[in-house]
Nanobody
């Protein structure tokens, strides 16, 4: 099992940028896929980006494509989500989560970090 700690949320004006961090520790992180999810009030949680630790494979939702970039630092065991051109509709609690690369479900979650984009 890995442990995850997010950081980097905050308040930003529309059009601005934020970088979220997800620090991983514990078992061999190279066997895991790390995903960034978000949940806005009254809405379902959605997967917006994911990266396989030991490969270059990435995933982006339609809402994230072209604005968000997921990356990893193997030395720091940290996954980043760079968010540019932020919109008020990006306001949500952002979570990072992990699943073994052979698993279908994410079973380890961070505590979440609030992102608020003002208009």
């Amino acid at each position: 099992q890995v442990q995850l700690v997010e950081s980097g949320g905050g308040v930003v004006q529309g059009g601005g940028s934020l970088r979220l961090s997800c620090a991983a520790s514990g078992r061999t992180v190279s066997n895991y896929v790390i995903g960034w999810f978000r949940q806005a009030p009254g809405k379902e949680r959605e997967l917006i980006a994911a990266i396989r630790w030991s490969a270059t494979t990435t995933y982006y939702s339609d809402s994230a494509k072209g604005r968000f970039t997921i990356s990893r630092d193997n030395v720091k065991n940290t996954v980043y989500l760079q968010m540019n051109s932020l919109k008020p509709e990006d306001t949500a609690v952002y979570y990072c989560a992990a699943r073994h690369f052979t698993a279908d479900q994410y079973n380890t979650w961070g505590q979440g970090t609030q992102v608020t984009v003002s208009s």
